[in-house]
């Protein structure tokens, strides 16, 4: 029938669902573990080279032999776990500087530290050494040593791991995908097909050879079809049998009459012949009545087969619906995370400018200050002297201030998005200044980018609503245009415009990018449907927009699109406004 599936592609496809889902998470694991082991042994080597060369670069820096100091950094530079190296004096300032480093300020590393880890930041990671030269049986702390390695060192490492494991993966998923296809199709296929032939030749005046026989059948489930249906052509075979004896004693019991309608034809002619029309119009009810019950029977035991496998598919599909929603919910929370987590680097980059400046600017004051104070002392400090430091002294105070100002922004928005990212709560909010902090700390996404968004709000609106649920909608958009919209040449263009219709806030957010085919624009909604997963694409980005849209919101979201046209959203939210 039209609409129907084949119970065994239907349970084959849950079946390796969930084996597939289980794969995937052993094989992060296992990545994962691959991955953070290597570390450790990078970590270990960074400590048996300082340990080797420690003695050495201590005489070193204990001599001020910066030209051995020098070679010994050129040395380590060379050995391939080793991606850059930091060598300081005992006043923690830097003697030799080579390779990939990180600022070691933000460590707030003290004299009594004599080695740190330092984990993993920007795809760095090291190790921290103190350098102590002994001399006539003391210890003097005569500087430090920080080496360095990268991400890329480690995966590179662990790349014929990676592949051996997905390997592994996909032959052990391709042999149960053939074992389970084989299983069904003998287990379920093949006896349903056997025992549907057998129905199909059923015929009522030929019981005997309707019956069904499922030869080298081993399964519980079609023996009891099969003894039920065999059970009920016996049944049937009585009732002829039984039907066929009534016939017989009727045509005695007529036959009797007759003999008596004989012998009694004139005087009771009359009656003889209403008898006989009585007994005809019984035998008819009779049979009548038989075949009512016959078939109220069949009605009877039809109907709580169906009433059972209709329990039982009803409870199937309500146990479906449950586990689905929780997946649901939990792939959309993890969304959420995830890419309030895809922001933090970008924008932890972004403050740690403003901040750096700030702190040279005041280093630079305080220099000017201290000479100032020296001046005085000595007194030696002139007008000329004393306007020249002011001024570059309240420079230096301008330009920390503005720039700890621009710090303090950019964390403020960041809190407000990533508070409303990981809560429901409704509140109330200006679209123009939240779309802006919005955008300000998705910018870290289009520094390395030629790509640029235009936010127009057509007139100050206010509105009360779940602005997380707002954040994550316009969030998952830009970056889903970001991510697939355009080619690496391309400078792409994302307009985002806000306005107001009624009681209802229409959104549409539009690219200039390659845009999609018909087939592309059907799966669009659909979880897990990609185009980008070599480039970290989910596949869930779209999909989460449409449920907030209209589950959270109770709301409307279409889309248009057209291969050269860009992409094309037009979304209608029930908000409520605050009219001032």
Known sequence: MA????????????????????????TCVQLMGEYFDTKSQLVEELQNQQSTFSNSLARSLWEYNDE????IAEGLINIPAIAGIIIRDENGEIVVKLGLTESLNSLNITRDVEDLVIEEYNGLFGYYASIIFEFA??????????LYST??????????????????AIVKSTFLIVLFTLAFNRMLNRPMSMLTQQIRNFRLDDLTHSRINLKDNRHAEFTMLEQAYNQLLDNIEDYQIDLKRTEQQLLQANRQLDEQNAMLEQEVARKTSSLSQVLTDLEGQKNE????????VKEIRQRKLIEEDLRETNEELQNSVTAFERVQDQLIESERLASLGRLVPGITHDVSTPIGIGITATSVA?????????????RELTSAQLEE???ASLESVHLAESNLDRASELLGGFKQVAVDQTSDAVREIELQSYLSSLLTTLRPKFKATPHKVELDIV???????????LAQIISNIVLNSLLHAFDDTQQGLIKIRAERAGDRLILRCSDNGKGLNEEQLEHLFEPFYTTRRERGGSGLGTHIVRNLVVQTFGGKISVKSAPGAGLSYTIELPVQFSDR
């Open 151 to 168: 991400r890329d060192i480690a995966l590179d490492r662990i790349k014929f791991s990676l592949y051996f494991i997905f390997g592994n």
């Open 289 to 296: 009545l038989e075949r009512r019950q016959d078939k109220l």
């Open 366 to 378: 305080r220099e000017k200050l201290e000479s100032i104070q020296q001046a005085l002392a000595n």
């Open 389 to 391: 430091l002011l001024t």
């Open 3 to 26: 609409g129907t599936t084949s119970i065994s592609k239907s349970l084959l496809t849950n079946v390796l669902s969930v084996y597939f889902v289980l794969t995937l998470m052993v």
């Open 137 to 146: 049986g003391e210890s003097n702390r005569v500087g430090d040593v920080t």
């Open 459 to 469: 007139e100050p609106l206010t509105v009360r609503c779940n602005a997380g649920a």
């Open 68 to 71: 051995q100091i020098e070679l």
